[in-house]
């Protein structure tokens, strides 16, 4: 029997992708039986397409227009996220020979990355279960992101970053209010004591303990790209991969809008960009869909990618392959160069994750990925000023030792 | 050679209620043949196919067990830490 919607989620529970379990969907973030990930699911096949359709076209211009689709309710309190516009790309497109290309520039969100869309989520489940600090681990981007809702709704925020990140992303986050701690070490010893103090401080973390809410912010980027391509799927989808998050998320939202008949059940192929410095992915998948092996040092200039032992890694690997998707991985010349391509040609200022996109799109072309006239989509993930200009207090590098952490930030803690 | 693993949370209840376990393993091989031995309920969440699962990160003195030279070596290690893998960025 078809539903009739008002905007309430169609929400069923948490299925845990290693062994299958539905579970309530509550404060937990692991599965309770075998510790694997859980995700949120839904009950699709009850909704009645049209209305569905007709419901998100009227609904907000943001991410919550999908809110049957989405495990929580928008907060009233928070800003527009999402919604951002899908260009035609015909000048960057003749460049790196792509007949039918597309940027969805989701650089154009408030704090200005597609981080603005997992933590618009992590943030209303915080606020629905009244927590009063928000924090992350961070390459950046996810830092100003948090920082940038925690201040907007007037919570607390501390966000862990590896010493090595963009100082302009560092400021910005500072600037938002944030207590932003610098960690010696890779994003993956950050990742670490964050997975400790998650564990241990009652904060909404939004990777961590709202990671399957938090997780869910990424699908709407395809959500949106499927609706402002006339409600059907890309042929191709090109997509950063940092943690494997935004790429596993992909596929899920391609499955969910056939799950709800809202696009025709046709191929969506989605690949992945590294850079070479940092490509445990695209090289597992250029070499037979083996095994993501971890990198230990990552290197490259598109430091918001640089995460070594990537969570959704092999969730991605089996992502793409399921997609009929492949992947590349990109030189830091190459990605510098692409970035100044797509300023020049698209008039669209992309930090080098875009360049690494771009790069990778024109090395896919090149190995005749794309056929004439299927439509290929970037997603450009961050803009490339990231509040140079001002900046907040820091407090000092610490190790990724928690009692180190408590020791530097006595005040900050009180 | 007494080495402590350090559980998060959400798999204590796994192991009696502990959040450190103690250990008497010369390498990761052995720690993984005792906590299957030991705590078969903890062993069914961290090990698949007698070695550490995909879905938990493991840190043996805060470094990757992945990363870990000598063939896991754990002589002169003190502390384990099983994390669930998830990352952001």
């Given at each position: 029997?078809?539903?009739?919607?008002?905007?309430?989620?169609?929400?069923?529970?948490?299925?845990?992708?290693?062994?299958?379990?539905?579970?309530?969907?509550?404060?937990?973030?692991?599965?309770?039986?075998?510790?694997g990930p859980i995700e949120p699911e839904y009950d699709l096949a009850a909704l009645d397409p049209d209305l569905l359709r007709e419901e998100i076209t009227r609904g907000p211009r943001s991410l919550w227009r999908y809110a049957p689709l989405l495990p929580v309710a928008e907060p009233a309190s928070h800003y527009t996220v999402g919604w951002t516009p899908l260009h035609l790309a015909p000048r960057l497109g003749?460049?790196?020979?792509?007949?039918?290309?597309?940027?969805?520039?989701?650089?154009?969100?408030p704090s200005l990355s597609f981080k603005d869309?997992?933590?618009?989520?992590?943030?209303?489940?915080?606020?629905?279960v009244g927590l009063d600090t928000l924090a992350c681990a961070s390459t950046g981007n996810?830092?100003?992101?948090?920082?940038?809702?925690?201040?907007?709704?007037?919570?607390?925020?501390?966000?862990?970053?590896?010493?090595?990140?963009?100082?302009?992303?560092?400021?910005?986050?500072?600037?938002?209010?944030?207590?932003?701690?610098?960690?010696?070490?890779?994003?993956?010893?950050?990742n670490r004591l964050c997975a400790r103090l998650a564990d241990e401080e009652h904060?909404?973390?939004?990777?961590?303990?709202?990671?399957?809410?938090?997780?869910?912010?990424?699908?709407?980027?395809?959500?949106?790209?499927?609706?402002?391509?006339?409600?059907?799927?890309?042929?191709?989808?090109?997509?950063?991969?940092g943690s494997g998050a935004l790429l596993t998320r992909t596929a899920?939202?391609?499955?969910?809008?056939?799950?709800?008949?809202?696009?025709?059940?046709?191929?969506?192929?989605?690949?992945?960009?590294?850079?070479?410095?940092?490509?445990?992915?695209?090289?597992?998948?250029?070499?037979?869909?083996?095994?993501?092996?971890?990198?230990?040092?990552?290197?490259?200039?598109?430091?918001?990618?640089?995460?070594?032992?990537?969570?959704?890694?092999?969730?991605?690997?089996a992502a793409i392959r399921a997609s009929g998707g492949s992947a590349a991985a990109v030189t830091d010349e190459d990605v510098l160069d692409s970035c100044a391509l797509l300023a020049r040609t698209e008039g669209v200022l992309a930090?080098?994750?875009?360049?690494?996109?771009?790069?990778?799109?024109?090395?896919?072309?090149?190995?005749?990925?794309?056929?004439?006239?299927?439509?290929?989509?970037?997603?450009?993930?961050?803009?490339?000023?990231?509040?140079?200009p001002v900046s907040g207090?820091?407090?000092?590098?610490?190790?990724?030792?928690?009692?180190?952490?408590?020791?530097?930030?006595?005040?900050?803690?009180? | 050679m007494s080495i402590t693993v350090r559980l998060a949370t959400p798999l204590r209840a796994a192991a009696g209620g502990s959040a450190t376990l103690s250990f008497d393993a010369p390498d990761v091989s052995a720690l993984v043949r005792q906590i299957a031995d030991r705590y078969p309920e903890l062993a069914t969440r961290v090990l698949r196919d007698g070695e550490f699962g995909r879905f938990v990160n493991v840190f043996v003195d805060g470094e990757d067990v992945r990363f870990l030279e000598g063939d896991g070596d754990l002589r002169g290690k003190r502390v384990v830490e099983i994390l669930p893998a998830m990352s952001g960025g």
């Open positions: 029997m078809a539903t009739t919607l008002e905007r309430t989620t169609a929400l069923r529970g948490f299925r845990c992708r290693a062994c299958q379990l539905l579970q309530p969907a509550d404060e937990r973030y692991v599965c309770s039986d075998c510790y003749a460049a790196i020979g792509v007949e039918r290309l597309y940027l969805k520039d989701d650089s154009r969100n869309r997992p933590v618009a989520l992590a943030l209303a489940r915080a606020l629905a996810l830092a100003g992101a948090v920082a940038a809702a925690a201040a907007r709704n007037g919570l607390r925020a501390f966000v862990f970053v590896p010493e090595a990140t963009d100082e302009s992303k560092v400021a910005g986050a500072a600037a938002y209010g944030a207590t932003v701690v610098r960690v010696r070490g890779t994003y993956d010893q950050v904060w909404g973390f939004v990777n961590f303990t709202l990671r399957p809410y938090y997780a869910e912010g990424s699908k709407t980027l395809l959500f949106e790209t499927a609706e402002q391509l006339d409600w059907t799927l890309p042929d191709h989808v090109v997509v950063p991969v899920t939202a391609v499955t969910q809008l056939r799950s709800a008949r809202l696009v025709d059940d046709t191929p969506c192929r989605i690949h992945a960009a590294q850079p070479v410095g940092c490509a445990p992915v695209s090289d597992a998948v250029l070499e037979g869909f083996r095994e993501v092996r971890p990198v230990r040092a990552p290197t490259t200039v598109a430091r918001s990618l640089a995460i070594g032992t990537p969570a959704d890694g092999d969730g991605s690997v930090e080098p994750a875009g360049g690494v996109v771009v790069a990778a799109a024109r090395a896919l072309a090149k190995r005749n990925a794309f056929q004439g006239g299927e439509s290929v989509v970037l997603y450009i993930t961050g803009n490339a000023y990231k509040g140079q207090p820091l407090g000092p590098v610490i190790g990724a030792d928690a009692d180190e952490f408590r020791g530097a930030y006595v005040d900050e803690l009180r | -």
